[in-house]
Each structure stands twice: as structure tokens, then as C-alpha cells.
């Protein structure tokens, strides 16, 4: 079955520590991106990548690092320097980014900081 | 700044009753704009409207783009409790508005 996975599905973190959240994708998909989602916010854009080795920052960029060395992977970092980084994340996938494109959705991780 | 409102915030209907759901969008780009429900977890997609394709229907569910107005309405008649989740529309598939969360009451 073709679609997008998310692991883990819930992530405790110590202040201070660094973790890693996997999105992968089996679409073949070009486009991946990370939202984040507070109660209230609605989804906010951290990072996007239209193409494999390449990646761009969304509006909440700082503190998180992507890489994309895999066009069906796009792990995503919390760093210490995020301040704030309980939340849910959801990773999606697109044919390509351009504008005329519907996104397909993970199942989200859930990171609670301790 | 460019962004995306949606109202109301939350909205509590019978079944059976038919709801509006707002999104207007204050951007200097237009080019899509799209309608999602998110039930637990992951958004799943409902419509994409462009200036060439204002308005889209599917079974109890269609959307309309106002470009004039900057703004587009999601429209549910008959609604079921099924229908209970949060909607989001978005601009360009990057920028999401807050959501509104309909709760259908049987």
C-alpha cells in the first residue's frame, strides 16, 4: 500500500535533548514538507523540499534541521534551541510543489518535552 | 503579511442540518487554495479551487472561490455525524488557516 509513515507515534524528550522524527513516503513523490500543529494555530510550515539534497525554511524554521538525502525520506531534528517544541508534527508529500498539488498527510508525532 | 482566516472557530450542528464554513485569504499571490478534514490525525484532501476551476462539489460537500472577495466557503448539506472533524483550508498548500471544528450532534 503506497502512503506516508511517521515513527514514532509519540515522543517524550528531556529539555536539552535532541531528537529525530521519521517521515517516510513510498508515493514517489517529489515534494515532502513538516508542519507543526498547536491547539488553536491551525498548521504552521517548518520546513519543505521540492527535490532530493535540497530544502527550504518555512515560517518556524528555527531551531529544527531537515535533511533530504533520499527522495522517499525526510527526517526531521527538534533541537534543544527549539523553545517551545511540544506539539503535534505531521509530514506530508506531494507530487511536486508547485502550487497545483494536493498534499498527502502522515499520521503525525505527537512530542511532549518533559 | 499574507495569511488565511477561517470562521467560525467551532460550530455544534444536528443531523441533518446544512453548514458554511468560511476561509478568506489576504495574499499578494493567489494561485490555489485548498479544503482539508483532519478527523483524528492526518488531514485527507476534500477540494483544490484555482482561477480556473471556482467551484467544486462532491456528493453532500462543494466549495466555492469569491477571487473578488478573497474568500471561499466549504458547504455541507445533510450533514452526519461522520462529518464531525476540524476543516482547513490553505493558500498555495503552505500556508493553513486555524480551522473550524464542526461537531455533529445526532
Known amino acids: 500500500d503506497g502512503g506516508i509513515t511517521q515513527s514514532p507515534k509519540y515522543l517524550f524528550r528531556k529539555e536539552g535533548q535532541n531528537v529525530t522524527l521519521s517521515c517516510e513516503q513510498n508515493?514517489?513523490?517529489?515534494?515532502m514538507y513538516w508542519y507543526r500543529q498547536d491547539p488553536g494555530q491551525g498548521l504552521r510550515l517548518i520546513y519543505y523540499?521540492?527535490?532530493?539534497?535540497?530544502?527550504q525554511k518555512g515560517d518556524i524554521a528555527e531551531g529544527y534541521s531537515v535533511s533530504r538525502e533520499k527522495k522517499e525520506s525526510f527526517p526531521l531534528t527538534v533541537t534543544s534551541a527549539q523553545k517551545n517544541p511540544t506539539a503535534f508534527y505531521l509530514c506530508?508529500?506531494?507530487?511536486?510543489?508547485?502550487?497545483?498539488?494536493?498534499?498527502?498527510f502522515g499520521p503525525g508525532t505527537r512530542l511532549t518535552v518533559l | 503579511e499574507d495569511k488565511v482566516v477561517q470562521s467560525p472557530l467551532s460550530l455544534v450542528v444536528h443531523e441533518g442540518d446544512t453548514v458554511t464554513l468560511n476561509c478568506s485569504y489576504e495574499?499578494?499571490?493567489?494561485?490555489?487554495l485548498l479544503w482539508y478534514k483532519q478527523e483524528k490525525k492526518a488531514p485527507t484532501f476534500l477540494f483544490m479551487l484555482?482561477?480556473?476551476?471556482i467551484e467544486k462539489k462532491s456528493g453532500r460537500l462543494s466549495s466555492i472561490l469569491d477571487k473578488k472577495e478573497l474568500s471561499s466557503i466549504l458547504n455541507i448539506t445533510a450533514t452526519q455525524t461522520g462529518d464531525s472533524a476540524i476543516y482547513l483550508c490553505?493558500?498555495?498548500?503552505?500556508?493553513f488557516g486555524t480551522g473550524t471544528s464542526l461537531t455533529v450532534i445526532p
Open positions: 506530508a508529500s506531494s507530487t511536486s510543489g508547485a502550487p497545483y498539488n494536493e498534499q498527502f
Open positions: 484555482t482561477s480556473s476551476g
Open positions: 508515493l514517489n513523490h517529489d515534494a
Open positions: 523540499s521540492q527535490i532530493v539534497n535540497d530544502f
Open positions: 495574499v499578494t499571490n493567489f494561485r490555489s
Open positions: 490553505a493558500w498555495d498548500q503552505f500556508y
